[in-house]
């Protein structure tokens, strides 16, 4: 059965982040993606020069109507948010347009890279804490995972124990499932580790030296698609890693501006036949 998916993100016409690279993810998992902008912005915040128009006035609104329809989501999905408001508006949609067996999939968008971005002041990352607490799925880089840990931000697990422990941390505090990126505590490798009521798997792979905005959303949207899918969390998780390398790979090959993004588009038809690489934890 086709299932929906409510993405509450903001949209860049150009450069493959927010909710480019997640409606056509969604969709080639065969599910359907319904997109509530949290903004429009002409380009992502990357590329010099950017318009946007801030749409936290609509949400409310669009949600009241999708309440009026009956309209009910097997994910409600949400990832970078510009407000306090904006996340009442996620919580809200979650609690009234989550279907009764449907998942709230977080992806608590607060920093990279040791940084907490310029946006999110103390209350937003309290905020962001508070709607993590509802959630079903969360999806932290290491820099989020330390926000919502209460560490420093800069902090990182150092090794496949330390990232276990976050793993375990996140899950105790949040009672939800965990997926940990940005793990690069191995030269040469990058990936994920992840923990459900079923167990824990790191999922490391060849670190490619290109960076691609972007592909964090790419990333999650391909673990939600496969777990509408009925994938187990370890398998989404690992799925999503191998297809973002490819992704990588092939667009570093094309030699265009990084700040474009990455070419997923002509692999999307191979999206679920990506190797498997997992060590159980």
């Known amino acids: 059965m086709q299932k929906k998916v409510l993405a509450l993100h903001d949209l860049s016409g150009f450069g493959r982040s927010s909710l480019v690279p997640i409606i056509a993810a969604i969709s080639a998992a065969g599910h359907q993606c319904v997109p509530l902008p949290t903004a429009y912005f002409s380009t992502h915040m990357a590329i010099p020069g950017w318009e946007t128009v801030d749409l936290t006035g609509v949400m409310p609104r669009v949600i009241d109507q999708y309440d009026r329809l009956g309209l009910r989501f097997e994910s409600v999905y949400a990832g970078f948010l510009g407000s306090a408001d904006q996340i009442d508006c996620v919580r809200d949609a979650v609690l009234r347009l989550k279907s009764e067996n449907g998942t709230a999939f977080i992806d608590p968008v607060m920093g990279d890279n040791g940084e907490v971005y310029a ?7 309290t905020r962001m804490r508070e709607l993590c607490e509802i959630a079903d799925i969360i999806t932290p880089n290491t820099t989020e995972a330390a926000i919502l840990l209460d560490r420093d931000p800069a902090s990182a697990p150092q090794n496949e124990t330390e990232a ?13 499932q965990v997926v940990l990126t940005g793990l690069d505590y191995e030269p040469g490798k990058v990936g994920s580790g992840c923990l459900s009521a079923d167990g824990g798997t790191i999922s490391l792979h060849e670190r490619i030296a290109q960076y691609y905005p972007g592909t964090g959303d790419l990333f999650a949207a391909v673990v939600l698609g496969a777990l509408l899918n009925g994938r187990a969390l370890a398998d989404a998780c690992a799925l999503a890693g191998e297809f973002v390398k490819d992704c990588i790979a092939y667009t570093a090959a094309q ?26 934890v």
């Not at 276990?164 to 939800?176: F, I």
């Not at 501006?257 to 588009?265: L, N, R």
């Open 119 to 125: 946006t999110y002041t103390p209350e937003m990352c």
């Open 164 to 176: 276990q422990e976050w793993l375990h941390a996140l899950h105790s505090r949040y009672g939800a």
């Open 255 to 280: 030699h265009t501006d990084p700040m474009h993004g990455v070419q997923f588009e002509k692999l999307l038809p191979r999206l679920f036949s990506c190797h498997e690489n997992r060590t159980e």
